[in-house]
């Protein structure tokens, strides 16, 4: 096993700071594609066939597959060990969090060492109790987790935009962050703990950089949401390292026909190659 940080980041190195969110509503699947777990496991394995020569991660959102019961979750997990073998970082996004044992339960569940999991996206707003059980199973088991920092939505200003002090709430947040995860430096520079911060605030990413200098940051809102390469690019170093950029709806979704997977490829090689002409 090795560090996490230095696994992505190096994979990064080798591909580009793609990561693909799996976000397979069943309304929304190409044509040939049930309307059911199988069909949902089907899509996500194709595209993760488009996807695996370009992208260095892939991002499972979990309310998709929870929304279909037992059928779903296994769904899920035969997607993320189909994933594994197709040497991409699976990062599950469940923003989980909670407190005492339940917590430990989380923390188990998806960064347990025979787990086809890499990372989990995990809420901070309950504080370090919430934490520290994603950061232990992070430790032990070379996994990785990615902290709410400032969200991509248009009412994430209503609680992380609030002043406190001579700050706000997620630049408070952010601190606390890169003081969680001192602990757990690889020899990259980068931590364990990552932080998420979305593309349609680039102004506030380009700050919250140099608030997380050892913090890979994982940036959502790049394409359907309006993000552009010039604004995922404030949050990267200058030497174009410490961020992966997640786009879902526009890649996956790029066609509804029976080019599908084809389409999909052709839209992670173009948003590769914009995000890199954006970050020199």
């Not at 696994?7 to 049930?34: F, M, N, R």
């Not at 809102?221 to 309006?226: F, I, P, R």
């Amino acid at each position: 096993m090795t560090h996490f940080a230095d696994t992505l980041s190096a994979h990064i190195q080798d591909t580009s700071p793609v990561c693909v969110g799996l976000d397979p509503a069943l309304d929304k699947l190409p044509e040939g594609i049930a309307r059911n777990a199988d069909g949902v496991e089907e899509f996500c394995r194709g595209i993760v066939d488009a996807v695996a020569s370009t992208a260095s991660c892939v991002k499972p959102q979990l309310a998709y597959f929870e929304s279909l019961g037992w059928e779903g979750m296994r769904a899920f997990w035969n997607v993320c060990d189909y994933a594994k073998t197709k040497g991409l970082i699976v990062i599950a996004d469940g923003k989980r969090n909670d407190i005492g044992s339940t917590c430990d339960a989380y923390a188990e569940a998806y960064l347990g060492a025979e787990k086809p999991v890499d990372a989990l996206t995990v809420n901070p707003y309950l504080g370090f109790d919430g934490i520290a059980p994603f950061i232990e199973r992070a430790q032990k088991n070379d996994k990785g987790l990615f902290v709410l920092v400032k969200t991509s939505n248009a009412s994430s200003g209503e609680l992380q935009d609030l002043p406190l002090g001579d700050e706000v709430v997620h630049e408070h947040v952010a601190q606390l962050v890169t003081a969680w995860g001192k602990t757990c430096l690889g020899t990259s520079g980068f931590s364990a703990v990552g932080a998420v911060v979305g593309a349609t605030y680039p102004e506030e990413l380009s700050y919250l950089r140099s608030l997380l200098p050892h913090a890979i940051i994982l940036i959502p809102g790049y394409g359907a949401q309006g993000g552009t390469a010039k604004d995922v690019a404030q949050g990267f170093h200058g030497n174009g390292t410490g961020a992966i950029v997640n786009a879902s709806r526009s890649i996956i979704y790029a066609s509804k026909g029976k080019d599908w997977k084809e389409a999909a490829g052709k839209a992670v090689d173009a948003m590769a190659k914009d995000i890199a002409k954006a970050i020199g």
